[in-house]
């Protein structure tokens, strides 16, 4: 079990969380909650490793989803109260944490349908347009420049999966 705030996988989340410079380096996402876990790993994409609360009830969908992850060849480990409250991103977590590689999928020919996204400033907007763009069948969104950084916790969490099933992209202009 992880208890020190100082272990080498604890400030890779907290960094990876904090800063979009290290998730973009790294090429990594943080993602938390059982849901969003379970829908890239249901998506076909397995984390590096997860952390959970040493605390959660056998019975829990968290530890259902560490058992699947476990079983999947996933290295998942306990950590104390005190160093799941420093991972965690949101104020009443589900109890599991997870790092995933940067997904990238490939871009499609010809697309029916693109959506491009200028100067979204609000995580979660961000989140919910990309959410919905899956739901309507949108081939790719690209990102103009100006919007905020797809790979930040508050847009994966709003996007709900839609960034292990949909081709995104982030556009410079000249």
Same mark, same amino acid.
């Not at 491009?116 to 919905?132: C, E, F, H």
């Not at 790979?151 to 099933?165: D, E, S």
């Given at each position: 079990?992880?208890?020190?705030?100082?272990?080498?996988? !604890?400030?890779?989340?907290?960094?990876?969380?904090?800063?979009?410079?290290?998730?973009?380096?790294?090429?990594?996402? /943080?993602?938390?909650?059982?849901?969003?876990?379970?829908?890239?790993?249901?998506?076909?994409?397995?984390?590096?490793?997860?952390?959970?609360?040493?605390? =959660?009830?056998? #019975? %829990?969908?968290?530890? %259902?989803? $560490?058992?699947?992850?476990?079983?999947?060849?996933?290295?998942? $480990?306990? !950590?104390? #109260?005190? !160093?799941?409250?420093? $991972?965690?991103?949101?104020?009443?977590?589900?109890?599991? !944490?997870? /790092?995933?590689?940067?997904?990238?999928?490939?871009?499609?020919?010809?697309?029916?349908?693109? =959506?491009?996204?200028?100067?979204?400033?609000?995580?979660?907007?961000?989140?919910?347009?990309?959410?919905?763009?899956?739901?309507?069948?949108?081939?790719?969104?690209?990102?103009?420049?100006?919007?905020?950084?797809?790979?930040?916790?508050?847009?994966?969490?709003?996007?709900?999966?839609?960034?292990?099933?949909?081709?995104?992209?982030?556009?410079?202009?000249?």
């Amino acid at each position: 079990m992880i208890t020190s705030p100082r272990n080498p996988r !604890v400030k890779l989340i907290r960094m990876l969380a904090q800063r979009r410079r290290a998730r973009h380096r790294e090429r990594k996402l /943080v993602l938390e909650g059982v849901r969003l876990i379970g829908d890239a790993f249901g998506a076909g994409f397995a984390p590096e490793f997860a952390l959970y609360r040493a605390a =959660l009830p056998p #019975d %829990s969908g968290a530890m %259902s989803l $560490i058992r699947r992850l476990s079983e999947g060849g996933v290295e998942c $480990i306990p !950590v104390s #109260d005190e !160093v799941y409250s420093l $991972i965690s991103q949101t104020e009443h977590g589900q109890g599991v !944490v997870a /790092v995933f590689r940067m997904v990238e999928l490939p871009l499609p020919e010809s697309p029916e349908l693109v =959506l491009i996204a200028d100067r979204i400033a609000d995580p979660g907007n961000l989140g919910a347009l990309l959410r919905t763009a899956l739901a309507a069948g949108v081939g790719a969104v690209l990102l103009a420049p100006g919007t905020v950084d797809h790979t930040a916790p508050k847009v994966l969490r709003a996007a709900m999966g839609a960034h292990f099933r949909l081709p995104i992209r982030t556009l410079r202009w000249p």
